[in-house]
């Protein structure tokens, strides 16, 4: 069937072939027919060799591809990669995601290239047993040596990533995006260095989401010296503080995450406050704020935003059982353009809430209500035709909701939820 399509099809720019039953054969069709490829998929195929791409490396189709992705291709070997290098000079961007046996070897023999995106993306769930750890700071160190255009780099719940490979991320100079989440291995040595290095001026987007070494000094370091940064997410740093919060006063996010830190509103007051009295006038207003699982924060948070962030587009507080319906009725007097709102295990709303929402519909398209006990199926039913996306249970909230000390909540009785 991909012979006759390759065939009918010469000019063909674009092929995704995850997750099908192909063999060296069809390897051997692209590099026959396909001159003109640009992006091509063999994500989760795990039926063709290293053979495969010796075809790629010697045929004359596929010269010009400029995006391949191998995600969960274990089957592929060092030699692999290196007819990958040889036959596909063009290449930019490599998404090599749930690839447990990647060596230094493999990536070293990869990086003739000047990369501008290399996707990884490790399953650590058995990270020990499977050999995660087999991606060390020698690999990063070549690929960034040998490709200073690099834009983009995703090296969530890579364990081998360290503060030393941070030194080589920060050799880049034109980085915009980058996540390391997950990389436990980071601390504010290896922040440090990003915020001296070459790409201070251009990142735009950061994710540390789950570095637990992380703490408030790299906050404050990230605040002084990332000036063009817009989206920050710092879910799940446990180190972190509400001084961590406060540095970011007067900083230029649209988009912040703030999930499970243990945070006050006093700190948020401050943080939106300062925004407010921002005097550059090409900034982004904050527009998307998670502060899901924050569970010391009250309805005073959400005044502080309602009352500062008037661009408020998205926010979500799921698990912010100490969030009532007064907080709602902040959001939508000072919130006019917020389109969506998720309140799941918010136990102390009320149907009250629901007439508070009504006054913003439109602009407000999605609503989220899972495990609130508190709102009845009548009222919440009367909220879905008037948005786009919306989903309400009474259920009782998980205990990973953190409610009272990872205790389950068992009453759908709103006043004994408070008593609790």
């Known amino acids: 069937m991909v012979q006759r399509i390759l065939e009918g099809c010469p000019c063909l720019l674009y092929l995704n072939l995850s997750c099908t039953l192909l063999t060296n054969k069809t390897l051997q069709e692209l590099s026959r027919n396909c001159l003109s490829l640009q992006y091509l998929s063999l994500a989760y195929c795990d039926r063709f060799t290293d053979e495969g791409f010796l075809y790629l490396a010697t045929g004359k189709g596929c010269h010009n591809l400029i995006h391949l992705n191998l995600s969960g291709c274990t089957q592929l070997t060092v030699a692999g990669f290196r007819y990958i290098s040889a036959g596909c000079p063009a290449l930019e961007e490599i998404v090599i995601n749930d690839m447990l046996t990647l060596s230094d070897s493999c990536v070293l023999v990869s990086v003739n290239h000047d990369v501008t995106a290399f996707i990884l993306h490790y399953v650590v769930h058995n990270a020990c047993a499977l050999g995660n750890y087999q991606l060390t700071d020698l690999s990063w160190n070549a690929l960034f040596r040998s490709s200073q255009g690099l834009r983009r780099l995703h090296a969530a719940e890579c364990p081998g990533m360290t503060d030393a490979s941070l030194k080589s991320v920060a050799s880049l100079q034109h980085l915009r995006y980058l996540n390391i989440s997950y990389c436990n291995r980071v601390t504010d040595v290896g922040v440090q260095y990003l915020t001296k290095g070459c790409s201070a001026n251009e990142l735009q987007e950061l994710n540390v989401s789950h570095c637990r070494h992380i703490t408030d000094i790299s906050v404050m370091r990230i605040a002084q010296r990332l000036c063009k940064l817009l989206h920050l997410n710092l879910s799940y740093c446990e180190r972190l503080t509400d001084s961590a919060v406060e540095w970011l006063g007067g900083s230029s996010l649209c988009s912040l995450d703030l999930s499970s830190l243990t945070l006050h509103h006093t700190s948020l007051i401050f943080f939106v406050s300062h925004n407010e009295q921002k005097l550059c006038k090409n900034v982004t207003d904050l527009e998307h704020v998670d502060i899901s699982h924050c569970v010391a924060l009250s309805d005073a948070a959400v005044r502080a935003f309602s009352f500062y962030c008037r661009g408020l587009v998205a926010l979500r507080m799921v698990g912010c059982f100490k969030m009532t319906d007064m907080a709602v009725q902040y959001l939508t007097s000072g919130s006019q353009y917020l389109r969506e709102l998720d309140v799941s295990g918010c136990v102390l709303l ?71």
């Open 350 to 420: 009320t149907d009250v809430t629901l007439r508070y929402l009504e006054r913003i519909c439109p602009p407000l398209s999605s609503i989220t209500m899972a495990c609130c006990s508190g709102i009845s199926r009548a009222a919440a039913s009367k909220l879905q035709p008037r948005v786009t996306y919306w989903e309400h249970s009474r259920d009782t909230p998980p205990y990973w909701f953190g409610y009272n000390m990872g205790h389950l909540v068992t009453s759908d009785d709103p006043s004994e939820v408070a008593k609790q």
